[in-house]
């Protein structure tokens, strides 16, 4: 099969052996993988897969079960699946978990269906589990454009949550807040600090979602209000910061954080069961949908993660296989 491999730091494309299916896992032909910033982590070095996974990059797909291990109960040959993995998804097929495969939302095609698993399973985790947003609260979206960010907004604003998301420019603000965002801030322009202190009457926000760390963790404590959660999904800015301790105290501050690819499957498997009552309804009647900022062949694997490099882009980047 066709695989795109990491020398140096690079991408390039190659032949692999066809991957077999152990125990409780499935064999995917692979029709568009999403690309995530964890795999553009894992080229750089910064990220090196867990023991025992592919070294391929790649952590969601979706495509069509052709092969099938032992133990595997549900799923059929034929079946049209996407599936949160822990590597291998850049590539003509790719050996999934059963329990982490789900259908196909009605009305989504199997390269809209690769821009859910990572995403929706972070965000699943992160905000509702971890975070406990419930209706009426606010969530704080760092980077509302991004593909976390355009899923977070998406599922908080559907159950009953006010959203302020953060952009790197007006453009991106304007699409966050046609999104479902209540308001969205230009952090390039305005001190998002100040903005939220406006924005909440001085009140802060009950859950922040955050990919940057570093500088950032701060000025987060200063956005939340009383027994506020800060979620701590990545460290773009660093993993190292300077704070006051005292307001965790005054306030009750909730510090969490999570990586989602080293969790067993067990713990994965009950976030696809939630995702499945509660979420893939919402996206078979259309009431949220994955944002898709651009598709390019396996092969140009390499320009995807120029771009998302870039953060140019609004919503997922997908590999169409």
């Known amino acids: ?14 032949e ?10 499935v064999l995917i032909k692979v029709a568009a993988a999403g690309v995530n910033r964890p795999d553009v982590m894992q080229r750089q070095g ?31 040959f034929g079946d049209k699946v996407c599936a949160l993995v822990t590597g291998g998804g850049y590539a003509e097929f790719c050996l999934a978990s ?26 699943w985790s992160n905000v509702f589990d971890r975070g406990q947003l419930v209706a009426g609260e606010t969530l704080l979206v760092q980077g509302g454009t991004s593909g976390i960010g355009t899923t977070a907004i998406q599922l908080a604003r ?18 966050c807040r046609q999104l479902g965002a209540h308001a969205a801030i230009n952090y390039k322009t305005n001190d998002f ?22 500088d950032y963790f701060p000025r987060h ?30 306030k009750r501050v909730v510090l969490t954080g999570s990586t989602l690819r080293p969790r067993p499957d067990r713990f994965k498997a009950a976030i696809a069961q939630s995702l499945l009552q509660k979420v893939w309804p919402l996206l078979a009647s259309a009431a949220i949908k994955p944002v898709i900022d651009s598709v390019f062949a ?9 771009l998302m490099e870039s953060s140019a882009h609004i919503g997922k980047i997908i590999l169409q296989v």
């Open 16 to 25: 692999r052996p066809l991957p077999i299916p152990a125990s409780g896992q």
């Open 221 to 250: 404590i200063k956005c939340l209000a009383n027994e506020g959660r800060l979620v701590q999904i990545g460290l773009q800015n660093g993993v190292k910061a300077e704070i006051n301790l005292l307001p965790l105290l005054l």
């Open 298 to 306: 396996l092969e140009d694997a390499a320009k995807a993660h120029a």
């Open 98 to 123: 059963a329990a982490l495969c789900l259908p196909i939302p009605d009305g989504l095609s199997l390269i809209q269906a690769a821009a859910l698993p990572e995403t929706f399973f972070t965000v």
């Open 193 to 214: 600090v100040d903005a939220i202190k406006l924005l909440t009457d001085n009140k802060g926000v009950n859950v922040i979602l955050d990919s940057i760390g570093g």
């Open 46 to 76: 910064l990220y090196p897969p867990p023991a025992g996974s592919s070294d391929i990059p790649g952590l969601e797909i979706a495509g069509t079960v052709v092969g099938m291990g032992n133990d595997v109960a549900g799923l059929h």
């Open 158 to 175: 559907s159950f009953g949550a006010t959203v302020i998301a953060t952009a790197g420019s007006d453009i991106k603000c304007d699409f």
């Open 1 to 14: 099969m066709r695989a795109i491999e990491i020398t140096n730091h690079s991408l390039h494309c190659a």
